[in-house]
């Protein structure tokens, strides 16, 4: 499985776009990028995943570069509650999921 | 999207026992399910993959001997702790792979906190 790099760690104000930024440059052409959060003492929340085209959800838009090494998950109105881990993970579609250490984004008031 | 529950959330235990995990797909099938262990201020860390009808595959260095998984049924999966020691105490999750919608999505349970004296 790809590898991927995110920040440590982000903050946004409230009201305003997240944008989370994860490099995967050793993706192969049939690994789907996928995007979980996980809120302090729970199991991870799906949030959306692509394979080369950008895709929109009611959670979140994922743009993914034309070269695939990298990708920006879009909350476009953060709130208090979208404070959590983020996730990034590369891997084939079905398949099991290998977790880094995630984006700590802190929405702050 | 789709649920998946645990059961216990939580359990504390005595040192020597044995802890059985359920994991379900609510309203869903899963032919496979994923076992995941986090420890404080760690990432989730894959144990092993569970696919109905056979043998768990489980990753390097995770005892096959002390966590027994059992994926008997399309909407169950159990991990059973065995012979439970303090270090053993972890958040313990779940995963689902949903292969029904074409999505092809992993789901996650809410984890079970198990303590061990």
């Known amino acids: 499985d790809a590898k991927t790099t995110q920040p440590p760690s982000m903050d946004c104000a409230e009201g305003r776009a997240a944008n989370l930024p994860c490099n995967h440059s050793t993706i192969s052409g049939n690994e789907y990028v996928y995007w979980y959060r996980q809120i302090h003492s729970q199991g991870p929340q799906y949030i959306i995943h692509?394979?080369?085209n950008n895709e929109t959800n009611e959670m979140a838009s994922l743009i993914i570069t034309e070269d695939r090494k990298s990708s920006t998950l879009i909350l476009p109105h953060a709130t208090l509650r979208d404070t959590a881990v983020y996730y990034c993970?590369?891997?084939?579609?079905?398949?099991?999921?290998?977790f880094g250490a995630g984006t700590i984004l802190r929405v702050k008031s | 999207g789709a649920v998946v529950s645990q059961h216990p959330s939580w359990v504390i235990c005595k040192s020597g026992t044995s802890v059985k995990i359920e994991c379900r797909s609510l309203d869903f099938q899963a032919t496979t399910m994923f076992w995941y262990r986090q420890f404080p201020k760690q990432s989730l860390m894959l144990m092993a993959t569970?696919?109905?009808?056979?043998?768990?595959?489980?990753e390097q260095g995770v005892e096959k001997d002390k966590f027994l998984i059992n994926h008997a049924s399309l909407t169950l999966s159990t991990l059973t702790v065995t012979s439970a020691h303090p270090e053993d105490s972890s958040f313990y999750i779940c995963s689902a792979r949903d292969g029904t919608s074409g999505m092809d999505t992993q789901y996650f349970g809410p984890g079970t906190r198990l303590t061990v004296l």
């Open positions: 993970i590369v891997g084939l579609r079905g398949n099991k999921l290998v």
């Open positions: 692509g394979l080369k």
């Open positions: 569970s696919n109905e009808g056979s043998k768990a595959t489980y």
